[in-house]
């Protein structure tokens, strides 16, 4: 393959290892721009087994002393790399850009999202230890206290390279345990710049290791001796396999699996807000968000005019280089995903979907266009793969219903239950959706994606498995408890 003239390489892909970085003694690996592929952004070679194995020695080795280290002095690394992060905002946003696709305001977000999560947890040295119970016994006090679980493995997706790492790795170091980071293939280098923020904030070596390599390297993970637990985000198919192999040797597995999530307009919606927050959340970062809309449940009395609402919006939505700050979307991540979603959307109207809005998009790479499907309404058009599958793509699918209870009957139909987005203006019906909804979190007149670091996220059913992220729920995963009866 001819490569981009004059261009130069951003970085040599390589592992970081007990604090050095070290060259990959496996397979070539490169990180190109998903623009151009013959782009090469980074290249270097991917970590072997036996690098693996170093990793986790080292991981080991560190964890004693890391544990030992005040919180307040583990907290103030994580600031320190926060600030690193927010420095270097624009370059590694425009790199995550060129990388992954997503826009780069977008990719600028991310960064400072993950500067944001590391601020968070770098303040857990200020918030509650454990809890104290009442004892039903005179001269005793009951005590919850937290202590480290020891060596995490980090496995994480292509589609936040760097917001989702950080909120794994942040809560793993902040309670006291060490970490072997292995990132989606596609996105070595805005892992890289993660690890490089915490290595230029001082983190003793050992603490944090990265390595580099495709899928296989995770297996790898699950059956080293020094794994004490592992956090996933990814496919459900990854995702259970993991948990399986957790399970049969008795380690805590947390995994965030797929999502189809619903967005619900109903009667008394407003129609202008509602068409607003569905076109974010089926089509920004290109629907590739595990909490992107794909499922587009529309009460008959208002749909055609919330999708013609829709589609006067889609008109103005821009698809292109994501660079270009006047587009709203770029590519998915890589063609062989881009021909998948084709393939979908081909089987879904063989099956009686019908296109109802085809966006442009240039033609050829790994572009799809803003594409929404009608199916036909009841169980049948349920039945269709572009209601079940995730398609991971800006592909919304659209089913009208008569009524509240029809269309949360519709909403649940799903294997999955990440995230739903709600629009009513009925208090009650939001109550009843509260109680009715199988889903990790419920967004009322707002779009179906988004995370605050300090609440709670994850998801029901096929989407999530094992306690939740980000949050005090992070303490959940990543520390185990002791209850301790004490008298003195
Ligand atoms: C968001 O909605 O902003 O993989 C975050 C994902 C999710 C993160 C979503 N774990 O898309």
Redesign the pocket.
């Known amino acids: 393959m001819t490569l981009s003239p004059g261009t130069t390489l951003l970085a040599t892909l390589d592992q970081y290892i007990n604090g050095q970085w070290v060259s990959g003694e496996a397979d070539p690996i490169d990180t190109r721009s998903v623009i151009d592929p013959n782009r090469v952004l980074a290249s270097g070679n991917a970590a072997s087994v036996k690098q693996v194995d170093q990793a986790f020695q080292a991981a080991v080795a560190a964890k004693k002393s890391w544990a030992a280290l005040p919180m307040a002095a583990r907290g103030a690394i994580l600031l320190k790399a926060a600030a690193y992060l927010k420095k270097h905002a624009q370059d590694f946003g425009e790199q995550l850009c060129t990388e992954e696709g997503k826009t780069r305001s977008e990719g600028i977000g991310e960064v400072l999202r993950a500067a944001q999560v590391l601020s968070y947890y770098a303040a857990e040295a200020e918030r509650a230890a454990g809890s104290v119970f009442h004892s039903p016994r005179a001269g005793e006090q009951i005590l919850v206290t937290h202590k480290p679980l020891g060596v995490i493995g980090v496995i994480t997706?292509f589609?936040?390279p760097i917001a989702?790492p950080a909120w794994k790795i942040a809560p793993a170091l902040i309670f006291g345990n060490t970490v072997v980071f292995k990132p989606a293939s596609a996105v070595p280098l805005l892992a890289m710049r993660l690890v490089q923020a915490l290595a230029h904030a001082g983190l003793p070596a050992g603490v944090l290791n990265l390595v580099l390599g495709g899928g296989a390297l995770g297996d790898t993970f699950m059956e080293h001796e020094h794994l004490d637990a592992v956090s996933f985000?990814g496919s459900t198919r990854v995702g259970r396999r993991l948990c399986a192999a957790g399970a049969a040797r008795g380690i805590p597995v947390q995994a965030?699996m797929g999502g189809k999530n619903a967005s619900v307009v109903l009667a008394d919606a407003d129609l202008e807000l509602a068409s607003e927050q569905v076109l974010l959340g089926a089509f920004s970062s290109s629907g590739q968000?595990?909490?992107a809309t794909s499922r587009l449940i529309l009460d008959d009395t208002i749909a055609d005019e919330f999708l013609a609402k829709l589609a006067t919006r889609l008109d103005t939505w821009v698809t292109g280089d994501p660079h270009d700050p006047s587009v709203n979307m770029g590519p998915l991540v890589d063609v062989r995903s881009a021909a998948s979603v084709r393939n979908g959307i081909d089987q879904a109207i063989g099956q009686g979907a019908t296109v109802f809005y085809a966006g442009a998009a240039p033609t050829g790479g790994s572009f799809i266009a803003p594409t929404i499907l009608l199916l036909p309404a009841g169980a049948a058009g349920r039945q269709n793969t572009a209601w079940r599958d995730e398609f991971f793509a800006p592909v919304l699918s659209v089913v009208r219903v008569r009524g509240t209870a029809e269309a949360f009957e519709a909403a649940e139909d799903s294997e999955f239950g990440l995230s739903l987005a709600l629009f009513t203006r009925d208090l009650s019906t939001v109550v009843a959706a509260q109680q009715e909804l199988t889903v990790g979190i419920l967004h009322v007149n707002s779009e179906s994606?988004?995370?605050d670091p300090h609440l709670p996220f994850g998801g029901a059913k096929a989407s999530g498995y094992g306690p939740k992220e980000q949050g005090a729920a992070a303490r959940e995963f990543y520390t185990q408890s002791t209850t301790v009866y004490l008298r003195g």
């Open positions: 997706p589609n936040f989702i985000t965030e968000k595990c909490t994606s988004g995370a």
